[in-house]
């Protein structure tokens, strides 16, 4: 099993940037695709970006042109670049991966964004 940390959560202003950073234990190649999602009070967890090996990306419309996945193989860690955060952006954002060779997935503990306006 694969494991995810995360890091690079915090507090910030309404229009300031944050990176957040999501460290594999193992070969990020273990897994086909990596994603972002995030969960805010009272709501489902939702996928916020999404890359796979090849490179190619997603995001949800509430983030597109704002925030930016990105992968470094080398370092087995996942980014995301998030830009003009607001208010809506905050939630428990977690790292996740799905297993190349299995139907499983690994999960991220969280790391917590909040932007105030």
């Known amino acids: 099993q694969v494991q995810l940390v995360e890091s690079g959560g915090g507090s910030v202003q309404a229009g300031e940037s944050l990176t957040l950073t999501c460290v594999a234990s193992?070969?990020?190649?273990?897994?086909?695709?990596m994603a972002w999602y995030r969960q805010a009070p009272g709501k489902q967890r939702e996928p916020v970006a999404t890359i796979f090996n090849g490179g190619s990306t997603g995001y949800a419309d509430s983030v597109k042109g704002r925030f930016t996945i990105s992968r470094d193989n080398f370092r087995n860690t996942l980014y995301l670049q998030m830009n003009s955060l607001n208010s809506e952006d905050t939630a428990v954002y977690f790292c996740?991966?799905?297993?190349?060779?299995?139907?499983?997935?690994?999960w991220g503990q969280g790391t917590q964004v909040t932007v105030s306006s």
């Open positions: 996740n991966g799905k297993y190349r060779t299995t139907s499983g997935e690994a």
């Open positions: 193992l070969s990020i190649f273990n897994f086909s695709v």
